[in-house]
C-alpha cells in the first residue's frame, strides 16, 4: 500500500492498493458514510442514460459515492464499495443513482472521512508496512500429495492439492523414480506460479518432504536456499495448521500478522484453561473492563469492530495506555475469538 497524498484537514487520503492484503485492509478501514472515489466503468446508452443490461457502451470515468456497503471476497480478491453516486460526468450518471466501485490493484483509490479514528490510521500503516515484507508459503507434502498455504495478512489461502501417481515402495514399478520426479516438479512449478514467495516451509509427516528437499537442493537451489524442513504430525490443512500453532512462522518473522494473532489466540485460552482472574472474554464483560480502565490488552475481531461501533472502545483503550489487537476472522485464531464473543482481553488487574 502506498499513500499517494493525505490531506488531515478535509480529511482526504488517496491511497495505492498493490496487493491482495491491502484490499483486506481497505475493506475494514472504508466504512459506511465515507465518499469514495475512483476511475470506474459503466455501461451507457447512446442517449447517456446508464442501463444494468448489455445494451449501450462501457464508458471509464472518476466516480464518487457515499458508501453504504463494502465487501471483500477472499476466493476472487474483490473489493466491492457500493453506494450512491455523489460526482462525476453528469451527461453519463445521475446523482443519487447506486453504483458499485470494484477497488483495483495498481489504481488509486481516494477516501474521504468526517474523522479518521486511530483504528483506520493504524491500519493503513499496517498495510505499508507489510508492503515492505516478505511472504511465506507452507508446502506440506504426505506421500504423493502435496497442499500449499501462502501467508496473507488476513489469514491463509490454501492450494492445492497437487497429487503425484507414486506407488508404494513394496510394489514393483519401472516408472516409480520417474513419477516421483514429475511429482516434485509439479511442486515446483505450483511454487513458482506465486510471485514475491520467499520462504518455503515444507513439512509434513514421513520422509517424503526430505526426499524432496534434496530434490530442491538437486535442481532448483534458488528454491532450497529459502526452505526450511519441519515435521508434523498430519498432512493437508491440518499440517498447515500444525505449522501455525508451532509459532514457525512466527520465528522466521517476528512481527507476521496470522502466525502473531493465532499465538495471541492461544495465549488467551491457555489463560481461560487456568482460570485466570487476569483474563475476561465477551461483549459485556470486556465492555466493563474498558469502562474501567483495567484493559492491559485488548483482543477483537475484525468483523464485530464496526458492527459494534467499537472504534471509540478501542481508543479508550489505546489513551489508557493499552494495547489493541485486532483478529482477523478468515483464520482458526479469529474462528475460537468468535466463540469467545468476539472480544477478548488481558487485564492489568484482576476485577470483580
Keep these: 500500500m502506498k499513500i499517494i497524498e493525505e490531506d488531515q484537514s478535509n480529511g482526504i487520503v488517496k491511497v495505492f492498493p498493490e496487493t491482495l492484503d491491502d484490499l483486506w485492509h481497505l475493506s475494514h478501514i472504508i466504512a459506511e458514510g465515507d465518499k469514495v472515489y475512483s476511475k470506474t466503468t459503466r455501461r451507457i446508452q447512446d442517449n447517456g442514460e446508464s442501463v444494468r443490461n448489455n445494451a449501450g457502451v462501457k464508458k471509464t470515468f472518476t466516480l464518487g459515492i457515499s458508501v453504504e456497503k463494502v465487501s471483500f471476497h477472499i476466493f476472487t480478491g474483490k473489493l466491492r464499495i457500493s453506494g450512491t453516486i455523489i460526482s462525476g460526468p453528469e451527461e453519463y450518471i445521475a446523482m443519487g443513482d447506486h453504483h458499485t466501485i470494484e477497488a483495483k490493484l495498481n489504481n488509486r483509490l481516494t477516501i474521504k472521512k468526517e474523522k479518521w479514528s486511530h483504528y483506520a490510521i493504524n491500519r493503513i500503516n499496517q ?194 495506555s493499552g494495547e489493541v489487537l485486532v483478529i482477523s476472522s478468515e483464520h482458526e485464531g479469529g474462528k475460537q475469538l468468535e466463540a469467545l464473543g468476539g472480544m477478548a482481553a488481558i487485564l492489568r488487574y484482576a476485577i470483580s
Design 127 to 320: 498495510a505499508i508496512e507489510a508492503s515492505k515484507k516478505l511472504s511465506a508459503m507452507i508446502v506440506v507434502i504426505e506421500d504423493d500429495v502435496a497442499d500449499f498455504g501462502l501467508m496473507r495478512q488476513y489469514g491463509i489461502e490454501y492450494y492445492g492439492p497437487v497429487m503425484g501417481n507414486v506407488s508404494g515402495k513394496r510394489i514393483i514399478d519401472k516408472n516409480r523414480k520417474k513419477n516421483i520426479e514429475k511429482f516434485y516438479q509439479n511442486i515446483v512449478d505450483y511454487i513458482n506460479k506465486f510471485e514475491n514467495v520467499h520462504t518455503i516451509i515444507l513439512a509434513g509427516p514421513g520422509f517424503f518432504k526430505n526426499d524432496f528437499y534434496k530434490y530442491l537442493e538437486s535442481k532448483h537451489k534458488d528454491i532450497a536456499k529459502n526452505t526450511i524442513i519441519e515435521s508434523t504430525g498430519s498432512g493437508g490443512r491440518v499440517g498447515i495448521h500444525e505449522v501455525l500453532k508451532k509459532g514457525i512462522v512466527e520465528k522466521l518473522s517476528t512481527e507476521n500478522r496470522v502466525a502473531f494473532e493465532i499465538s495471541a489466540i492461544e495465549n488467551i485460552l491457555q489463560e481461560i484453561a487456568k482460570n485466570s482472574p487476569l483474563v475476561v472474554y465477551g461483549k459485556k464483560e470486556v465492555q466493563n473492563a474498558i469502562n474501567l480502565g483495567a484493559i492491559e490488552k485488548l483482543i477483537v475481531l475484525d468483523k464485530i469492530v464496526r458492527s459494534e461501533d467499537l472504534e471509540n472502545s478501542m481508543d479508550m483503550v489505546e489513551n489508557m
